[in-house]
C-alpha cells in the first residue's frame, strides 16, 4: 500500500528555518517525480515545488524561490523540503505528493502544519 | 505560467442532483489535468486522473471530460457524503497550478 508520512512541521518564528521530511512507502520512490503542495488556513491549494527521481532536476514557485529548497534521499526514500527565511504567509499545511510527471497518477500525503509567528 | 479558471466558486445543490463544476486553462494542456475532493481538516484525495480517468474505489458517480482547454467534473447523482470542496490541477508543466475551488454545499 503507496504511503506519504510528512513530519517536522511546527511553530517557528518569522526569519526562522524549519526541514519537513516525508517519507515514502510501497512505490518505487526513486522513479518518480515528487512535489510539495501548501494550502494556508481556509485558502486554495498552492504548489511549492518539484524534483525529478533522480534528484538533480528541481523547480520551485517564485514565492519560495531562493529561500526553499527541495531534495531526496532515494536510498531512504525520503523528501525533503528546508525552508528559510520563513514569513507569516508561509504559514500553512504542506502536503508531500508523488507528482504526476510522465503520466504518474498523483498520491498525497496527510500533511503536517507550519505556522510562522510574528 | 498556466492559469485555472475554475467555476462556480460555490455551488448550492439538493441530494440526487446532478452537479457540473468546470476548469479552463489558459493555455493548452492535452489532457493532463486531474479533479480532487477535500474535505476539511483533511488531505485532498484524487477522483479524477488524465481528464477523465476514475481512480481505483472512487464511485462511479463521478466522472470527467474535456472540450480543448475546457474540463468538467460531473457527479450524476449528488450524494450525502459529496458534500466537499473540489479542485482541479493541470500537470502538463510546471509550476503545477490549480484551480480556486467550488465548494459544493447543501
Known amino acids: 500500500e503507496m504511503q506519504l508520512v510528512e513530519s517536522g512541521g511546527g511553530l517557528v518564528q518569522r526569519g526562522g528555518s524549519l526541514r519537513l521530511s516525508c517519507a515514502a512507502s510501497?512505490?518505487?520512490?526513486?522513479?518518480?517525480?515528487m512535489s510539495w503542495v501548501r494550502q494556508a488556513p481556509g485558502m486554495g491549494l498552492e504548489w511549492v515545488s518539484a524534483?525529478?527521481?533522480?534528484?538533480?532536476?528541481?523547480f520551485y514557485a517564485d514565492s519560495v524561490k531562493g529561500r526553499f529548497t527541495i531534495s531526496r534521499d532515494n536510498s531512504k526514500n525520503t523528501l525533503y523540503l528546508q525552508m528559510n527565511s520563513l514569513r507569516a504567509e508561509d504559514t500553512a499545511v504542506y502536503y508531500c505528493?508523488?507528482?504526476?510527471?510522465?503520466?504518474?497518477?498523483?498520491?498525497w500525503g496527510q500533511g503536517t502544519l507550519v505556522t510562522v509567528s510574528s | 505560467d498556466i492559469q485555472m479558471t475554475q467555476s462556480p466558486s460555490t455551488l448550492s445543490a439538493s441530494v440526487g442532483d446532478r452537479v457540473t463544476i468546470t476548469c479552463r486553462a489558459s493555455?493548452?494542456?492535452?489532457?493532463?489535468l486531474a479533479w480532487y475532493q477535500q474535505k476539511p481538516g483533511k488531505a485532498p484525495k484524487l477522483l479524477i486522473y488524465?481528464?477523465?480517468n476514475l481512480e481505483s474505489g472512487v464511485p462511479s458517480r463521478f466522472s470527467g471530460s474535456e472540450s480543448g482547454t475546457g474540463f468538467t467534473l460531473t457527479i450524476s447523482s449528488l450524494q450525502p457524503d459529496d458534500f466537499a470542496t473540489y479542485f482541479c490541477?493541470?500537470?502538463?508543466?510546471?509550476?503545477?497550478?490549480f484551480g480556486q475551488g467550488t465548494k459544493v454545499e447543501i
Open positions: 493555455q493548452s494542456i492535452g489532457s493532463w
Open positions: 510501497g512505490f518505487t520512490f526513486s522513479t518518480y517525480a
Open positions: 490541477q493541470q500537470y502538463n508543466s510546471f509550476p503545477r497550478t
Open positions: 505528493a508523488k507528482d504526476p510527471a510522465g503520466g504518474a497518477t498523483p498520491f
Open positions: 488524465k481528464a477523465s
Open positions: 524534483i525529478f527521481g533522480g534528484g538533480t532536476t528541481t
